[in-house]
């Protein structure tokens, strides 16, 4: 949640940060994603602390995390020099390995609820 919130309103960051990534993505694809995923992230977060829809909202997020960590697993193969832009415009650290395994770590929990919501339906 804290991680779409800091980028709420900083779409041309986003956008720059997501082209960075040297991925080809066409323009109005990179538009859309950075106005809509920080809100996206957000909402995500507010449904994951509600308990709303936990299965499906736990999966979603499991989802991105490794859509997430593939991306700047490339980058960091790539040798790029590229902030993740993970949190918001003040994130200008290109990212590394260590920046890998962080979203790996929170994938964890993610994976996690996703088992948890299973189990709990079944009880």
Excluded: N
Aim: glycine content about 10%.
């Amino acid at each position: 949640m804290a991680a779409g919130a800091l980028k709420i309103g900083h779409a041309s960051d986003l956008a720059a940060t997501i082209t960075g990534f040297g991925l080809g993505l066409p323009p109005v694809l990179v538009a859309v994603a950075s106005i809509a995923l920080p809100p996206f992230e957000v909402l995500l977060g507010v449904y994951l602390i509600g308990g709303w829809l936990l299965e499906t909202t736990s999966i979603v997020v499991s989802a991105m995390l490794l859509i997430f960590i593939g991306v700047v697993a490339s980058v960091v193969a790539r040798g790029l020099h590229v902030s993740c832009g993970c949190f918001g415009s003040a994130d200008t650290a290109p990212a590394t390995w260590w920046t890998v395994v962080r979203d790996a770590v929170f994938l964890i929990p993610a994976i996690y609820l996703v088992w948890w919501s299973r189990a709990s339906e079944r009880d």
